[in-house]
Nanobody, 120 residues
């Protein structure tokens, strides 16, 4: 079993900052890519940021220059530092990871999500 738990969401004013965390636990041999997605009401879930095992990153155009994804492999944790937040960033943010549970078993796992609300 593998579990991903997000934390750090909340209510913030436009221009403010939040730091999201996602910790993985369970039968983990190795975690490959880790990602943050978000889903706003009435919209499709979108990829916000991704990070490889080696630390390579990729961001959605809408968050470039404002968000930073990072990871702590020793803690099996991925972070999303969100600065200069805008009302358009309001969404439920989900953690996603490719996790090796065994040499022949890789699982793509999702967290339950954490709400981020940005007021104007």
């Amino acid at each position: 079993q593998v579990q991903l738990v997000e934390s750090g969401g909340g209510l913030v004013q436009s221009g403010g900052s939040l730091r999201l965390s996602c910790a993985a636990s369970g039968s983990i041999l190795k975690i490959n890519a880790m990602r943050w997605y978000r889903q706003a009401p009435g919209k499709q879930r979108e990829l916000v940021a991704a990070i490889t095992t080696g630390g390579g990153t990729n961001y959605a155009d809408s968050v470039k220059g404002r968000f930073t994804i990072s990871r702590d492999n020793a803690k099996n944790t991925v972070y999303l530092q969100m600065n200069s937040l805008k009302p358009e960033d309001t969404a439920v943010y989900y953690c996603n990871a490719d996790i090796w549970m065994a040499t022949t078993t890789q699982r793509n796992s999702w967290g339950q999500g954490t709400q981020v609300t940005v007021s104007s």
